[in-house]
């Protein structure tokens, strides 16, 4: 049951997974029984030690690497999953840091603004207060 068999059901996603990159696979889990493993084909350059009849192992021999673990009540979830992780997607890892360093700058000017117009709140309450004691 484990290993490169999977059930009908999930093939058509499984085609789907390979619509968006062809180097995509998705097989049954060995480590964690009952769980799909969806895998993305890559190149080891070295031999690593692993130990038998592991997903590592399997991965290792097969030249692949994990990408996501789940259920199988989850696999609907995978394809969007995928696609909002994937750094390709966002212009690549450059670009993605770009994307969240500027954001960081809007968060931190947004909170400087609000420190500031808490500031001028509270000056503004005791100029009042002042103001309003020499008047009387």
């Not at 350059?45 to 399997?58: I, M």
């Not at 990408?67 to 989850?74: A, K, S």
């Not at 931190?108 to 808490?118: G, I, M």
């Amino acid at each position: 049951m484990y290993g490169y068999e999977i059930p009908r059901f999930a093939r058509a996603y499984e085609r789907d997974f390979k619509h968006y990159d062809r180097f995509l696979r998705l097989r049954w889990s060995l480590d964690e029984p009952g769980k799909f493993i969806l895998e993305r084909k890559t190149r080891y350059l070295t031999d690593h030690p692993f130990q038998r009849g592991t997903d590592r192992q399997v991965q290792y021999k097969d030249e692949y690497r994990k990408v996501f673990t789940f259920e199988p009540r989850q696999i609907h979830q995978v394809l969007e999953a995928l696609k909002l992780t994937d750094i390709q997607r966002h212009g690549g890892a450059n670009a993605l840091a770009d994307s969240l360093d500027a954001h960081d700058v809007r968060v931190w000017e947004l909170a400087a603004r609000a420190r500031h117009a808490e500031f001028e709140d509270i000056a503004s309450e005791h100029w009042d207060r002042l103001h309003s004691r020499f008047e009387a």
